[in-house]
């Protein structure tokens, strides 16, 4: 799959860049693909957040089940951004996407 | 905000380096310095609110596995463009030199 892949952006680059650009892009493609596979960080979730946050992504975040009701989500929220609050040193981005997943799964919570 | 985010870092012009590095990490430059609420390209800051939200964020403390993927994530991509921008400048030194 990653050769493949590898391969596509390897032909989409050269036919891009010029011919005396292309070998060190192909190189450095290939190193970084390489680190990016370290079994070390294969754990964690991959890429960045979505581009319109789902409700899977939301309970992922709060770290509840897609299903939960109120009480939960506020419980999990609150816990959340406690851990990731501004002000003690937290990352406002983070922050802005912990309140979107409590609204999200809020909304459409049933009780 | 999000899909605005990424507009705008694929309009802005990239090195083609750092466009592969955000397509192989599937996070964009600015989404990783904006995760890890770094302004700069600067090593030691990187570093430091990388350890602060890893740590924060880890399922031992009640933390979201999740999120704490997204940082380090994030760390990745940055890390990455650090290396990128290291050897153009050391390219640059070598050309300079001829």
Redo the contacts between chains.
């Keep these: 799959m990653i050769a493949v892949g590898l391969g596509v952006?390897t032909v989409a680059?050269a036919g891009?860049?010029a011919f005396h650009?292309w070998k060190p892009?192909e190189q450095?493609?290939t190193e970084?693909?390489k680190?990016?596979s370290a079994s070390s960080?294969s754990l964690?979730?991959?890429?960045?957040?979505?581009?319109?946050?789902s409700r899977r992504?939301a309970s992922?975040?709060?770290?509840v089940s897609p299903s939960a009701g109120k009480a939960k989500i506020r419980t999990a929220h609150r816990?959340?951004m406690i851990?990731?609050h501004p002000d003690k040193?937290?990352?406002?981005?983070?922050a802005?996407?912990?309140n979107e997943a409590k609204d999200l799964l809020e909304s459409t919570a049933k009780n | 905000?999000?899909?605005r985010a990424?507009a705008d870092a694929r309009g802005r012009s990239e090195r083609?380096?750092s466009a592969?590095?955000s397509?192989?990490?599937?996070?964009?430059l600015q989404?990783?310095q904006?995760?890890?609420?770094v302004s700069n390209l600067n090593a030691e800051e990187i570093q430091k609110?990388y350890d602060?939200?890893f740590k924060?964020?880890d399922k031992s403390?009640?933390?979201?596995?999740?999120?704490?993927?997204?940082?380090?994530?994030?760390k990745?991509r940055l890390d990455?463009e650090l290396r990128?921008q290291a050897?153009d400048e050391k390219e640059k030194g070598w050309k300079a030199e001829t």
């Design positions: 952006a680059f891009r860049y650009l892009l450095a493609i970084a693909a680190r990016v960080l964690y979730y991959k890429g960045g957040f979505e581009q319109k946050m992504e992922l975040i709060l770290g816990r959340i851990l990731n040193g937290g990352s406002p981005y983070l802005t996407k912990i | 905000a999000a899909s990424a083609p380096q592969a590095a397509r192989i990490i599937g996070i964009s989404e990783a904006q995760i890890l609420n609110n602060h939200l924060v964020n403390v009640g933390g979201s596995f999740y999120l704490q993927s997204k940082v380090v994530r994030a990745e990455e990128i050897k």
